[in-house]
DNA sequence: TTCATTGTATTATTGATATAATACAATATT
DNA sequence: AATATTGTATTATATCAATAATACAATGAA
């Protein structure tokens, strides 16, 4: 199936973030080969030269690494998956609480409204 | 002070995004009128035509509207500006559970881990 | 009445993104 | 040995976003 994208940002910044989610949500382990270029590049329904664009920029920051002929794979540093899962988690979390502060919700009002939501899932 | 704006996405969805944050925190009231589009582009740092598209976009929900020579007004409907600071919180909160499904935090985790943070602040 | 301010419209130019179509060298595979 | 697959590079084209520089008509202010 192609990929959920959406035309607000970069393709190849969405197909980063994509694929950084499969690797640290475990869809890859570490060590695996990653499809070629090509064929992720069908999977996710964009052009080769986007998804080249999207992989060789996710090699800057150490997660994958290419060997010129045989293929790319997901770096071997187990310790550096699981940071960078807890790393996002905690981006997210803060990221969400300034979203909610610049509404005008307080810390203690939004945990009581995620709580609210996650106990009853009903619209505030 | 120029606004906070990333070169990840189109600029003038940001500008759209910060306007009617501005209008649902309280920063302008339901009736105010709000500067003109060329005072609102030197104070964003952005060409005219790119605040221009801006406002015009946001009319399209009728949070703004124009009238043609005496400016630009925020709608008089307080319960519009109360509903869409709802929405808009709730929109929050099920995109960042979603966020912390895809890292395989359960919603219960996810709430806990908000707790943690609330009360602590420390990393998790 | 005159002038400044308002939203709006137009034309042109620049830069980034995405696509398309190839090409190449190195390595696996057969 | 021959072929397919790999990452990578190159050139061209189209589109959108953003800027720049104006222009206009309607209204408000002086």
């Keep these: 199936m192609p990929w959920d994208l959406d035309n607000d940002r970069p393709i190849y910044l ?9 690797i640290v949500s475990g869809k890859y382990h570490a060590g695996d080969k990653l499809p070629s270029v090509r064929d992720l590049a069908l999977e996710a329904a964009v052009n080769p030269n986007t998804m080249q664009k999207a992989l060789s920029e996710l090699e800057r920051s150490g997660l994958v690494y290419s060997q010129r002929t045989s293929g790319r794979f ?3 540093d187990n310790e550096m998956l699981q940071q960078l899962r807890t790393d996002l988690a905690d981006e997210h979390i803060r990221d969400f609480l300034q979203n ?8 203690e009002e939004t945990l009581s409204l995620v ?7 009903k619209t505030i």
Tied chains: 1, 2.
């Design 115 to 121: 709580a609210t939501i996650v106990k009853g899932g």
């Design 14 to 22: 969405q197909l980063m973030e994509q694929i950084r989610l499969d």
């Design 74 to 76: 997901i770096t071997e």
């Design 100 to 107: 909610m502060k610049q509404l005008g919700f307080s810390d």
